[in-house]
């Protein structure tokens, strides 16, 4: 299994991005997914979670700007960024809780993706 992330690019403060992680490979089911980031000399923070049953949580700094959502039709999670603010500038990591079969389950991490943003 492999996940893939892309999106992510330079934008101005007040401005959107969206990320996109794509899972591969041999996949019985996807349960949780996550977005993380880490910012410069910061360690990695959980940005959104999306469970199976599309309940999410945020970390307070992006409730009302970010919106995690996934379409499991295609393996994939997104994080909708707007009015983004330069504290936001970091490399975003997506995560997924994967079952490759029925009976186990593993944490598999994507490549991250880099999103800079200008003041």
């Known amino acids: 299994v492999q996940l893939q992330a892309y999106g992510g690019g330079l934008a101005q403060a007040g401005g959107s991005l969206r990320l996109s992680c794509t899972a591969s490979?041999?996949?019985?089911?996807?349960?949780?997914m996550y977005w993380y980031r880490q910012a410069p000399g910061k360690q990695r923070e959980l940005v959104a979670l999306?469970?199976?049953?599309?309940?999410?949580n945020y970390v307070d700094s992006v409730k009302g700007r970010f919106t995690i959502s996934r379409d499991d039709a295609k393996n994939t999670v997104y994080l909708q960024m707007n009015s983004l603010k330069p504290e936001d500038t970091a490399v975003y990591y997506c995560?997924?809780?994967?079952?490759?079969?029925?009976?186990?389950?593993?944490?598999?991490w994507g490549q991250g993706t880099l999103v800079t943003v200008s003041s």
């Open positions: 999306i469970r199976k049953g599309r309940t999410t």
């Open positions: 490979g041999d996949i019985f089911r996807i349960n949780d």
């Open positions: 995560k997924g809780e994967i079952q490759p079969g029925p009976n186990y389950e593993y944490e598999y």
